[in-house]
């Protein structure tokens, strides 16, 4: 059986039309296909699963997972034997990668998340084939075929809000798109989430894009330059990605623009997990992923209350198996079928928000930078393992760093000290006080890590 992204398109038409039936049994049949590759391939996954019947098709049979332990047994977790920590580490220590593929197979992405562990993610083809075929399926149906043909019409334009410079899964995609050429590089350009505000809003009016895809928290910014009047682009279709955004989120970004809305819910293990409906729900692509609600003990949480956390099982991605993998987010299962007629189980979501960081300017006004533009900063410094900036006053950053087993704390600062002035230079916040912290970035009560702290 070829996976190509035409046959993946096909499939995933014919299931939605046989319905949820259908759909159920391919996710079961991908389940039991995935723990059985994951057995024979991935010393760690046959050691946690011994004793577990011959097929497995209930994932509540299997123990939870979580990125803490995964990338403690990272070398043992991947089912690849030429891929190690160590060289995935050295990949991505290096800019000039970004793109590439690592050992000629697979893209690399990185990920800081809440978790308290750098996440390094390797996602092969079949992962890569799914995702695309998913989007388009998505794309295709938000738009609707007069949207198709509109988009077209403006040339297919897309702008795409990265963090560039580091392997962040969508940079790094984008990268890869550009780097093997063909008819989508020539529809995609990256924008920078970096940039500062004026210099985005004059790329983006020269440029008159037909889509908007990227992090939520830069998007809500430009809105507000949408109203008033620096920016003015009308694009058909606007998805933010990245961050939870609310319905009033989206409705002023449907109001400023005059376009239509829809969102994404994922995360680098798994980003095709769900799209959103005009309704405001997010519908779980279930037949390449399992979503599991659950409380505290992992017991499922019932339809209608929001969980505990959430449990992902990845049917795609074979080379790094994400199988019932606590993502940390929570989540509320719709009761009831979804005015908008989608099958696809509907959910609500608690998770990832955006933290701006507001600074005065001495002119009377004010700069406010999405959390992004700081994060990725540090996640592509070299050495650091953990991090965190908290402003503690109006004009004063306190950056933790946690730096990794062998570093050099005192260069690894010196680099990210850098990254952060340069940054607040760009966006003439020179003013701005950096302080280094002595202590490590510290746990919310939770047990989470917050990598961007507002003043309060």
């Known amino acids: 059986m070829s996976e190509s992204t035409a046959w993946l398109g096909r499939d995933i038409r014919r299931a939605r039309k046989q319905g949820m039936a259908a759909i159920t049994q391919r996710q079961r049949d991908r389940l039991a296909g995935m723990v059985a590759h994951a057995r024979a391939a991935s010393p760690y996954y046959r050691e946690l699963y011994r004793g577990l019947p011959e097929r497995v098709e209930d994932p509540a049979l299997l123990p939870v997972t979580d990125k803490k332990k995964l990338m403690g047994r990272f070398d043992d977790w991947v089912t690849d034997r030429d891929i190690t920590l160590e060289k995935i580490r050295t990949f991505v220590d290096d800019p000039d990668r970004v793109g590439q593929r690592f050992l000629g197979k697979c893209l690399v992405a990185t990920s800081s998340g809440t978790s308290g562990r750098r996440g390094l993610f390797v996602l092969d083809d079949r992962y890569m084939n799914v995702g695309s075929a998913l989007t388009s399926r998505a794309l295709t149906s938000w738009l609707g075929p007069a949207g198709t043909l509109r988009a077209a019409a403006r040339g297919g334009r897309f702008a795409q809000l990265v963090a560039v410079g580091g392997h962040y899964a969508g940079f790094a995609a984008y990268s890869r798109v550009i780097r093997e050429g063909g008819w989508r590089g020539k529809l995609l350009r990256a924008f920078s989430v970096q940039t500062p505000m004026p210099q985005l809003v004059a790329q983006l009016n020269a440029y008159r894009p037909a889509i908007v895809i990227g992090y939520s928290s830069t998007i809500m910014l430009l809105t507000a330059e949408q109203e008033a009047g620096r920016l003015h682009i009308a694009p058909l279709l606007i998805q933010p990605a990245g961050e939870t955004m609310t319905t009033r989120d989206t409705d002023r970004i449907a109001a400023a623009f005059r376009t239509t809305v829809r969102t994404m819910y994922g995360a680098t293990e798994c980003t095709y997990l769900s799209h959103s409906c005009a309704d405001g729900w ?126 050099d704390s005192d260069r690894v600062w010196q680099t990210a000290h850098k990254e952060l002035t340069h940054l607040l230079a760009d966006n003439k916040l020179d003013h701005v006080t950096v302080q280094r912290a002595q202590e490590p970035p510290q746990q919310a009560p939770g047990g989470k890590y917050r990598t961007v702290i507002p003043l309060v």
Not at 322 to 335: H, M, T
Not at 373 to 388: V, Y
């Open 282 to 407: 997010y519908h779980v692509n279930s037949d390449w992923a399992v979503l599991e609600p659950v409380d505290a003990d992992y017991r499922p949480t019932p339809p209608g209350e929001f969980s505990h956390t959430v449990l992902i099982s990845n049917l795609a991605n074979r080379v790094q198996p994400f199988l019932r993998y606590d993502l940390g987010d929570s989540a509320l299962l719709r009761p009831d079928p979804c005015p908008c007629g989608n099958p696809l189980p509907a959910i609500r979501v608690q998770g990832r928000v955006g933290d701006f960081l507001t600074f005065p300017t001495g002119r009377g006004d004010h700069v406010r930078l999405a959390p992004l533009a700081f994060a990725t900063l540090f996640d592509r410094t070299p050495g650091i393992e953990l991090f965190q900036i908290e402003q503690t006053a109006p004009s004063t950053l306190r950056v933790r760093i946690l730096p990794r087993v062998g570093a």
